[in-house]
């Protein structure tokens, strides 16, 4: 169980926050806003009406303490920036934040963010790729160009094995995992036929994905 500090109860805080602790993890909401706060009350650990940009309330609310501080204040820019600077003079050890563009997000990360967000764009990007990749079920971004990413297999996998497609020598892939319905073989069974009933976790390149599903013949 990890600890948290979300500030900033917008859509996408209060929605982190509440998903966060329904998983088990302990959360201390804060938003300026007391509406928001007695809204969210009952669905996290603590919730905490203050204003974040003030050091010596973070201080006060013990925010070092925690692990993980999410900063989900989007649209004020100057507010997202005191906030995750106070966050990072305080030595809270991992630090996330939600930027509304580029430059919002350079600034964060100079100001101590370890992680930004864009999540405008990151749902976009996911949204293309599975339009363009056929197939393309779930995907977690390990950078630019490599993710995890759950997929039908191509129709020209079918009825060859793993081991028979020789995907990780010829394009660099990497399958993970194997599912059918509820049962999941990890590692696969790379001597075993690919049928068209099963989901495949892969790790890949997305550009060599793209390729292989529209040529569909590895
Ligand atoms: P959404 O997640 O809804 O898209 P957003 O990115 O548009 O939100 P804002 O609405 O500007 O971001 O801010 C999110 C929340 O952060 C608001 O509920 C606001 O009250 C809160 N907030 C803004 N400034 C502070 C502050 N200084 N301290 C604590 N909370 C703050």
Known sequence: MHSYVIIGLGRFGAEAAVKLYSYGEEVMA????????????????RAVAADARD??????????????????????LAASALITMNLHSLKVPHIICKAHDATHREILQRLGADRVIIPEWEMADKLALGLTSAGIMEYIELSEEYGIVEMEPPEAWLGKSIRELDLRSRYGINVLALRHGESISIPPDISLPIDSGCTLTLLSNYSTLNKLQKQDAP
Request: glycine share 6%; no cysteine.
């Open 55 to 76: 050091a010596d309330v973070l201080e006060r609310l013990g925010v070092a303490n925690f692990d993980r501080a999410i900063v989900a204040v989007g649209s004020d």
């Open 30 to 45: 804060i938003d300026i806003n007391e509406t928001l706060v007695d809204k969210i009350a009952d669905r996290v650990t």
